[in-house]
């Protein structure tokens, strides 16, 4: 399927008392490469496989394949990814008909909060809560991908 | 799981008289680095996905994990594969309690014919019919993946 996101930074904590949903992820890159970028992801207890596509040239488009895992299929396929493993909470925020995942990373990302919308189309309307920060859609430093090989804290 | 297999070229086409099994396979590679190799396959109307670390130093020994799909993600997938597509026919022959895998390749690696044995133990006896030919087991070169971005018809 193709789906269709937005991404912003995060200015404040503010998201977190509006959050319906709370999952610790641990993810890794069996290939890091944007055109088909292969993860491994264990969100508290499930584990996911999933293979994206390189995105339309605005960077809001992309294809996504997953599917779910044992968290021991995951934690065996953990341990052949590249180094740099994407440590970081997730945080569900409902705004309007939309919610956010709002993911604060830790380790080597330690400071980056990044907020991602999915909508249905490219040109449909969405609520921007007011700890909502610039949008860095198609900006593939932060990429998951590319943060697990160019952390966060190296940048600058 | 782990796996235990050896691998050899194949001198004659005598083996075509001894299959039981016959199929097509088409395959492409996610990644292939051998460490973290991620191949999607289509054999017959069913596709795969299946990943391998690295061997041991023998060669002989190979964690693999794999996950049957349906044909259209399987083609969807391919999509989005490294250049170089494997297209082969896959033989099943028996040959006393175990099951060679004889690939007859075509396109760009044909010519090559390669035969896989796979063990209970790395020390486990098979016999070795008279179309076997010289062991290749551990010779990166003949790994699908590598065949992958450099085809049998490139080398010399």
Redesign the interface.
């Known amino acids: 399927m193709l789906e269709i996101e937005r991404k912003f930074l995060v200015k404040s904590d503010a998201f977190k008392a509006e959050a319906f949903r709370e999952n610790e992820i641990k993810q890794g890159y069996?290939?890091s490469?944007p055109?088909?970028a292969?993860r491994v992801r264990i969100k508290d207890d499930v584990g996911f496989?999933t293979?994206k596509?390189k995105s339309d040239e605005s960077g809001t488009t992309r294809?996504e394949?997953e599917?779910q895992?044992s968290r021991e299929?995951a934690e065996?396929?953990l341990?052949?990814?590249?180094p740099g493993m994407i440590s970081k909470i997730r945080y569900e925020v409902k705004a309007g008909a939309h919610i956010y995942e709002v993911d604060q990373f830790f380790e080597d990302n330690e400071g980056l909060i990044l907020a991602e919308i999915e909508l249905q189309s490219a040109t449909e309307d969405f609520e921007k809560p007011n700890w909502l920060g610039e949008e860095v859609t198609g900006d593939h430093r932060y990429y998951n991908s590319q943060l697990s090989k160019n952390p966060f804290k190296l940048w600058k």
Chains 1, 2 share one sequence.
């Open positions: 069996l290939n490469n055109e088909r292969v496989l293979i596509g294809f394949w599917k895992i299929e065996a396929l341990k052949l990814s590249e």
